[in-house]
């Protein structure tokens, strides 16, 4: 019953002084407000008739808003009049366009579109939980409500990366321009792949005199390079409990993925092959770089449903996939955190062998809480003790970075919102050097 029934039978209440008997009027009233509760139910539409789907959008990026409606039909002949509540997760922000107090009519044979706009507030897939209907009669005494019935439209909103370093794009393709026509000029001769000929200038290096085509022409010419292309760079995203630690507003591991969707974006401009691995104790996501029109696409999609977990990340494994799948000499980013605990029990035994065949990059993020701790003066002597944790902790980084040098290996550490431009621009600085 709705509490219109309730309502009626509260107004029935106010009419027994008039009757001989009080008892014989509850119960007349009673029965009387039944009667009409039990007819009203029968006219209801039966839930179990309705016919629903779902249409609209399928991915989003994250900020962005998506539409995703629901078509409801009645096939039965009787007028549905219903109160419809769309429920999704919590983090997928649905806003109803139709709220669900307010009653949905729907003729006979009819059916009804009732979109709902869905603003994300996280990275991944977004399901829809589950689909109510109560179905009212003509004078909403009564309604019929069926748990299941109709069934949930299955549907699945992928949420997209927001990718916000994307802006900094054009800056790093206009140094790479600058890099590619540097190294043509120089003429860097060895790890460099033949382009031309043309005639010598003065400042021209003349170890790249072609002394045979300058006999057949009668003239001096040169040989003249261009950087090597289809150079191999391997992402490696840590997805293990240092990649939950909160940094600002998100997950180290949304940071992460930040700054390797830019360094894969201008690695693929750059003509350089891209390989992606995502692990802890397990594969989580691989991604190869055939296909480099589609390749930034394609690794957005394997990134978004990504989401730390709480173990201890597995570099045997890593080390393991790394050296299986990347035969040839490859920079290998490892997007993790500088832990001694992590790093120097599971990366730095592993790491001789990784090192030997690669070029190992470590991008780490720099937490700002240890920033916090470890400036300004202690005015409490808990302050102090937490300072002398931080140090501590600083300090231990400063190990594990010194550890990890004594490998070659290049260390990236710098705050949330500069480790993406500062990772790319360290990618050109070895690029231009020949380091790659």
């Known amino acids: 019953m709705t509490w219109r029934a309730a309502l009626l039978l509260a107004a029935g209440a106010l009419t027994l002084p008039l009757w001989p008997s009080p008892f014989a009027g509850v119960l007349v009233m009673t029965g009387a407000v039944l009667l009409l ?16 789907e779902r249409e609209g959008d399928r991915v989003v990026r994250l900020g962005g808003t998506a539409t995703v409606a629901l078509r409801l039909g009645n096939p039965s002949g009787r007028t549905l ?3 419809v ?22 003729a006979p044979g009819d059916t009804v579109l009732l979109p709902s706009r869905l603003t994300p507030t996280r990275r991944g897939d977004r399901p829809a939980a589950a689909l109510t209907v109560r179905s009212l009669g003509p004078l909403r005494l009564a309604y019929r409500q069926r748990a299941g019935r109709p069934a949930t439209p299955p549907w699945t909103l992928r949420v997209l990366p927001r990718f916000d370093s994307r802006r900094h794009l054009p800056e790093k393709l206009a140094r790479l321009r600058v890099i590619d026509g540097t190294q043509v000029s ?5 790890g460099t792949e033949f382009d031309t000929l043309r005639e010598y200038v003065v400042g021209d290096d003349v170890r790249s005199i072609d002394w045979r085509a300058s006999a057949r022409q009668a003239d001096v010419l040169v040989r003249t390079w261009r950087p090597e292309r289809d150079r191999r760079l391997v992402c490696v995203l840590d997805t293990g409990r240092t ?14 993925i930040d700054a390797a969707l830019l360094l894969t974006a201008l690695a693929a401009r750059a003509g350089d092959r891209v390989d992606l691995l995502a692990a802890d104790t397990a594969i989580r996501a691989t991604v190869t770089g055939t296909g480099r029109p589609a390749l930034l696409p394609r690794l957005v999609h394997a990134l978004a449903p990504l989401q730390p977990a709480l173990v201890e990340t597995d570099f045997e494994l890593i ?5 299986r799948r990347q035969r040839q000499r490859s920079l290998v980013v490892l997007f993790t955190a500088l832990e001694a605990g992590a790093l120097g029990e599971g990366l730095l035994p592993v790491l001789p062998r990784l090192a030997a065949r690669h070029k190992v990059l470590i991008a780490a993020i720099h937490d700002p809480v240890l920033a916090e701790l470890t400036t300004g003066t202690p005015a409490r002597p808990e302050d102090a003790y937490a300072a002398a944790a931080g140090w501590r902790a600083l300090g231990e980084r400063d190990r594990v970075r010194a550890a990890l040098a004594r490998y070659g290996v290049t260390v990236v550490d710098a705050p949330a919102g500069a480790l993406a431009t500062t990772l790319a621009d360290t990618y050109l600085r070895l690029k231009s050097l020949g380091q790659l």
Do not use: I, K
Not at 93 to 102: E, I, L, M, S
Not at 186 to 190: A, E, I, N, T
Not at 247 to 254: A, F, I, K, S
């Open 37 to 52: 509760v039990a007819v009203d139910r029968l006219l209801a539409a039966p839930p179990a008739a309705l016919t629903v």
């Open 81 to 83: 009049r219903a109160q």
């Open 85 to 106: 509540r769309d429920a999704w997760v919590p983090s997928a922000g649905a806003v109803p366009h139709t709220p669900p107090r307010r009653l949905v009519t729907v």
């Open 186 to 190: 120089r003429g860097r001769g060895q």
């Open 243 to 256: 990649s939950a630690v909160r940094v600002g507003d998100e997950p180290r591991l949304d940071t992460a």
């Open 319 to 323: 080390a393991g996939e790394v050296l």
